[in-house]
């Protein structure tokens, strides 16, 4: 008898457990009263058992400093780490636990590992170097091991100084060496002046993968490079229209990425040489979404089921776990305007609205 007790306990415990599911989502709002500073608010929406139970204002952060750009949720792809910490997209690294900014700098982002986030810089005063900042001891640095690698590759830089850009390799001790006088003329964003470096995405050593654009900006190629032979080929070219944002890869195998400009998503396959454009996003957590919406909005999909039809920008569609949220939006002739969060409820498996004002960001799931 005693040990039917302990087992219906222990069965009473484990569904209190799956019933008491506590997940946040974090999102940024710009707070319009704040011009010169440009302040951000952080925001924890919390969510038990799939529902909406409050929000909980973490920290206001200023985008801006004498006129230059400080602290910037807003730029680039913020990282959520550890439940923990928001890494911006231009490297500054804030603690959502205690509340505050452990580094102020900015960097590329290369990798986050191991409780170290390591930083890219390559600039023409500063030089070329990576860094890290360790979140256990809180201290940041340069690497001065010679020998450290932070992405997987070789050093190849594009000289944008040039119509067409020029792409130089730089090996380790050995003098450099011209690839192509012919690299493209890179992606233009609209309403900005500067011009990123065009991704590269490295297959090996010897191999890589970057995007060639046209002068116009109506079509970018996706050209094959061998470093040994400078032996070059055309994965495929995609026709592409102006971008208020800068394209992004994500590689998701040993030859397969995702290249995403605009409201395209292409699948690039270094190993068949081939470039495809998808219907809809690549699955994170099961939840895809449609890439070019229509004037009736976005169809959303969990496991290929369509679940949703909103209108919602991409980068406002973020999944965790079993749960997913989106900012939504009136569209009005060619204006849009925020009608606040739809979040997807794990429970009664529907959709369920949060109100919510000038967001920002949005910047994706923690658990509590």
Same mark, same amino acid.
């Given at each position: 008898?005693?040990?039917?007790?302990?087992?219906?306990?222990?069965?009473?415990?484990?569904?209190?457990?799956?019933?008491?599911?506590?997940?946040? *989502?974090?999102?940024?709002?710009?707070?319009?009263?704040?011009?010169?500073?440009? +302040?951000?608010?952080?925001y924890n929406y919390?969510? *038990?058992?799939?529902?909406?139970?409050?929000?909980?204002?973490?920290?206001?952060?200023?985008? +801006?400093?004498?006129?230059k750009d400080y602290v910037r949720t807003d730029i680039g792809e913020n990282i959520l780490y550890a439940d923990r910490y928001l890494i911006t997209g231009i490297g500054n690294v804030i603690d959502l636990k205690e509340k505050k900014i452990l580094w102020d700098g900015r960097a590329n982002v290369v990798d986050v590992r191991n409780d170290s986030i390591i930083y890219y810089t390559n600039d023409a005063f500063k030089g070329k170097y990576y860094s890290v900042y360790n979140l256990k001891t809180r201290m940041y640095g340069e690497v001065k091991q010679l020998t450290f690698k932070g992405k997987t590759g070789q050093d190849v830089e594009f000289d944008k100084t040039k119509q067409p850009f020029?792409?130089?390799?730089?090996?380790?001790?050995?003098?450099?060496i011209e690839l192509t006088k012919d690299a493209g003329y890179g992606q233009k964003i609209q309403g900005e002046t500067r011009v990123p470096d065009p991704l590269v995405w490295w297959i090996n050593e010897n191999v890589f993968v970057y995007a060639q654009f046209n002068k116009e900006n109506t079509e970018v190629k996706f050209i094959k490079m061998v470093i040994d032979s400078k032996s070059t080929s055309v994965l495929g070219t995609l026709s592409i229209v102006p971008s208020a944002s800068a394209?992004?890869?994500t590689k998701i195998g040993k030859t397969q990425g995702i290249y995403q400009i605009g409201t395209k998503h292409v699948l690039l396959d270094a190993e068949s040489g081939t470039v495809t454009d998808l219907l809809f996003t690549s699955p994170v957590n099961g939840f895809s979404a449609e890439c070019k919406g229509t004037s009736n909005g976005r169809i959303i999909r969990l496991n290929g089921k369509d679940i949703g039809k909103y209108h919602f920008q991409l980068k406002n569609f973020k999944?965790?776990?079993?749960?997913?949220?989106?900012?939504?939006? *009136? *569209?009005?002739?060619?204006?849009?305007?925020?009608?606040?969060?739809?979040?997807w409820n794990f429970t009664k498996k529907g959709w369920e609205n949060v109100d919510a004002e000038d967001v920002l960001s949005f910047i994706g799931w923690i658990s509590e």
């Open positions: 008898m005693k040990r039917l007790v302990i087992i219906l306990a222990f069965i009473w415990g484990y569904l209190q457990a799956q019933e008491n599911v506590k997940q946040g *989502l974090i999102v940024v709002h710009v707070d319009g009263a704040s011009k010169t500073d440009f +302040k951000q608010k952080i919390h969510f *038990l058992n799939g529902h909406f139970t409050g929000r909980e204002e973490l920290m206001t952060v200023s985008g +801006k400093q004498s006129g020029q792409l130089t390799l730089y090996p380790v001790n050995k003098p450099k394209a992004t890869f999944s965790g776990g079993n749960m997913l949220g989106i900012v939504k939006e *009136l *569209l009005i002739g060619t204006e849009s305007y925020q009608q606040g969060i739809a979040v």
